[in-house]
């Protein structure tokens, strides 16, 4: 069997490895028309950080995972192809600001149409809207020259900076196809690809449509859930409750659970924002306008979040960080990730340098030109916007210090040192809720967590 995956990204590299890593005799070649992209995946430096990554490229790549530009040669060659392009919200005409771009989906559907030589099965990997399925199937057919393929559904349910353990070990594989006897051939090929190492009774099998709305809900349940606890932080500030006991006390009743019930100054990430906002264009379109306004609701709960602990740090510094110093510890939307999609930094930085702050930022992972291009876009260089090379430099001089991202190393610094060398009074607003208040206190550290 040959596989081939469109797209060299956060989704298509990683997935493409472990195939490559579960199933020895199945080729795998992941092709991008990104030359750069490619050059990396093919280099001792990998265009994306994930641990355990490396290791895995390094035992496949070469023998029976491959990286590549030749896009078409991949689509003539390959028995399964998988699509695992960028799937953005759209910023122009109908739908703006929540339908998903699905140009890149179209793209790809005519370029396979146009190359293959033989039948093929289609795996939709974007996250794409309910029955684009649908849209990818009539191309093909206006476009098959004889040729029959067939069209499966198989989301992605990676968490960054877990990516690598969730494809090892994963919660369930989802694989939806047609009700036709070639539609279920399909699907079972692909089911025995990843029977592979994934247990049978994991991998879940429906309909085309449940497939592709599946992903949509699982990331809405879990962004409402972080929504939902980010709402309470505030209440928790405002009656001098802590969050985390809330937190704790009602993540014990087992029709809750514990998980994503930490308190913080928003998610961030490629997938939860952009998800929900399409499930509500979806809702709209199909006239459940009260539908789609409750979800609509998770998205507004995390934007005031941001904004509201930015407005907390100007309020505590005297109403006032014109001219100050303010370092920013974390840019990267979570840990373990140099991805920064929709970082609660971003619009931290923003909030900050539109207060007149002197705003320095430190992030173990994302280059200095990354940061600087989601926090100024496209506009003229900002000279109050600098990065700094270690957490300890960034603090020198600081009035306070914003922890934006949980990264270890930010729980293992010298506090004392840190103190030393910051303006005082010294604040520290911990906005993912990792560090020791009390301990900082007692250093003499004015702090701050969220719903503290």
Not at 132 to 142: C, P, S, V
Not at 260 to 285: M, P, R, T, W
Not at 311 to 317: D, E, G
Request: hydrophobic share 45%; with cysteine; net charge neutral.
């Amino acid at each position: 069997m040959k596989i081939c995956c469109i797209g060299a990204g956060y989704v298509g590299g990683p997935t493409m490895a472990m195939i490559a890593l579960k199933a020895p005799g199945i080729e795998v070649r992941v092709v991008d028309m990104n030359a750069t992209r490619i050059e990396a995946w093919n280099s001792s430096v990998l265009p994306i950080y994930e641990p355990g990554l490396d290791d895995v490229v390094r035992q496949t790549r070469g023998k029976n995972l491959h990286f590549s530009t030749d896009v078409h040669g991949a689509i003539r060659t390959a028995d399964i192809i998988f699509v695992a392009v960028n799937t953005p919200t759209k910023t122009y005409g109908v739908g703006a600001g929540r339908a998903a771009d699905l140009r890149f989906i179209e793209s790809v559907a005519r370029t396979i149409a146009e190359h293959a030589n033989g039948p093929k099965i289609i795996v939709e990997k974007s996250t794409i809207p309910v029955r684009t399925a649908e849209t990818i199937k009539d191309i093909l057919a206006a476009n098959a020259r004889g040729h029959q393929f067939e069209v499966l559904s198989n989301p992605e349910f990676l968490a960054e900076g877990t990516a690598i353990a969730d494809l090892h070990a994963p919660d369930r594989v989802l694989i939806g196809g047609e009700r036709t006897p070639g539609g279920q051939a399909a699907l079972q090929k692909l089911v025995e690809v990843y029977a592979h190492w994934v247990p049978r009774d994991r991998i879940i099998t429906t309909n085309l449509w449940s497939s592709e709305l599946s992903k949509l809900v699982a990331n809405a349940f879990l962004a409402q859930r972080i929504s939902s606890i980010n709402s309470v932080s505030a209440l928790c500030e405002a009656t001098g409750a802590d969050v985390d006991e809330v937190a704790n006390a009602i993540g014990r009743d087992s029709r809750i659970g514990p998980k994503f019930l930490k308190a913080s100054v928003g998610f961030g990430g490629s997938c939860f924002q952009k998800d929900i906002l399409n499930l509500v264009y979806l809702c709209e379109h199909f006239g459940l306008p009260e539908v789609a306004a409750y979800w609509e609701g998770v998205v507004k709960m995390n934007d005031w979040q941001k904004h509201r602990f930015a407005a907390k740090i100007v309020r505590t510094l005297f109403n006032t960080v014109a001219d100050k110093k303010i370092a920013v510890l974390g840019f990267a939307f979570k840990k373990d990730t140099n991805d920064t999609r929709e970082s609660a930094a971003i619009a931290i930085c923003r909030d900050l340098l539109a207060e007149q702050a002197r705003v320095v930022v430190y992030d173990p992972k994302v280059p200095a030109e990354e940061i600087r291009a989601e926090v100024l876009g496209r506009g003229p260089d900002e000279p109050r916007l600098s990065i700094a090379g270690s957490a300890y430099e960034a603090a020198q001089g600081a009035h306070a210090l914003a922890i934006a991202t949980e990264w270890d190393d930010f729980k293992q610094l010298d506090y004392a040192r840190v103190f030393a060398g910051m303006q005082q009074p010294a604040h520290v607003f911990d906005g993912r809720n990792i560090l020791d208040l009390p301990r900082l206190r007692d250093l003499g550290f004015r702090a701050y967590g969220i719903g503290k």
